[in-house]
């Protein structure tokens, strides 16, 4: 059974820090894409950032040069690393993985999702 738990997440004040983490099980291997999306309330769901067993990372402009995205194949762990957050950033982030996409926009397994809330 295909299993992705996120971990981190909170609350914190404009400019500050958090750090995700989510661990996936259930696969053979490691799977080729992972990622992070997030849904704030009212909105669809977006994807975050991305990333590939070869570490090619994808970006959705909003959050370029603030978060990083990382994995450690070996734990079959994914990291998001999230910086200078703003009160935009706030909303449920999801883990996705999926061991059949190539270009890593599209996910077919998810978590749970952890909470992420920015104030001002």
């Known amino acids: 059974v295909v299993q992705l738990v996120e971990s981190g997440g909170g609350s914190v004040q404009a400019g500050g820090s958090l750090s995700l983490s989510c661990t996936v099980s259930g696969y053979t291997g490691s799977p080729w894409c992972m990622g992070w999306l997030r849904q704030a309330p009212g909105k669809e769901r977006e994807l975050v950032a991305s990333i590939n067993r070869a570490r090619n990372a994808f970006y959705v402009d909003s959050v370029k040069g603030r978060f990083t995205i990382s994995r450690d194949n070996s734990k079959n762990t994914l990291y998001l690393q999230m910086n200078s957050l703003k009160p935009e950033d706030t909303g449920l982030y999801y883990c996705?993985?999926?061991?059949?996409?190539?270009?890593?926009?599209?996910?077919?397994?998810w978590g749970q999702g952890t909470q992420v809330t920015v104030s001002s």
């Open positions: 996705a993985a999926d061991p059949r996409q190539l270009v890593c926009r599209e996910f077919n397994d």
